[in-house]
């Protein structure tokens, strides 16, 4: 039998309660709110995608990950769903943040609020140059990319399609979204006989 886990209750979270988690236990910190995520297959498979076609073009002096913590402040200890930072951070947990030159997320049933807000505004005010939000519940996968404005504090939408996304931000990188469509709609189809 398995014990369910019981987490210490706080009003409000800070990096410094994250030491009471288990070590584990997959969390996010927004705002002093924390979440635990609970990704779907679908939501791994389109991350999984996303790195793919960022690792295509990478430059030497950077690095792409998924499901990575970073260290904003005391209030903010995001996970984005894909992340690029520069090389040397292979073995940091959580990463600092000054070193993200693109946070991706892929939005989730619980997570749309969140990703296209909450977090937007934690990535802009700590300076990471680019965002994209990969949304896979539309029929059609869109893919919204961000850029921070000229005051560096918020993001400025650079574009929003459901079709090729080519993009020379951070590098030349090219997302086939209706080749992700059709892949998403094969993996929810049933199962044939």
């Known amino acids: 039998m398995t014990a369910a886990r019981i987490l210490p209750e706080r009003h409000e979270w800070t990096v410094d309660d994250l030491g009471d988690l288990p070590k584990d236990l997959p969390y996010e910190l927004i705002n002093g709110k924390l979440i635990v995520p609970s990704p779907t ?5 389109m991350c999984v995608e996303l790195l793919l076609a960022l690792r295509v073009n990478c430059p030497r002096e950077y ?5 990575l ?7 903010n200890e995001p996970r984005p769903d894909v992340v690029v930072v520069r090389r040397g951070n292979a073995t940091r947990s959580p990463l600092p943040v000054e070193d993200a030159l693109l946070a991706v997320e892929v939005v989730s049933p619980t997570s749309t609020f969140r990703d296209m807000y909450d977090k937007a505004k934690v990535y802009a005010h700590a ?3 680019s965002y994209w939000v990969v ?3 539309q029929e059609r996968i869109t893919l919204t990319e961000y850029a921070l404005g000229p005051g560096g504090r918020d993001y400025e939408q650079i574009t929003h399609t459901e ?3 080519v993009t020379e931000s951070p ?3 090219s997302v086939d979204l209706p080749a992700l469509t059709a892949r998403k709609n094969d993996l929810l189809a049933p199962e044939g006989p």
């Open 41 to 45: 297959l679908l939501h791994q498979d």
């Open 63 to 67: 690095q792409v990950g998924i499901d």
């Open 69 to 75: 913590s970073m260290r904003v402040d005391r209030r």
């Open 127 to 129: 300076g990471v140059r």
């Open 135 to 137: 949304d896979p519940l």
């Open 163 to 165: 079709d090729l996304f």
């Open 171 to 173: 590098w030349k990188v």
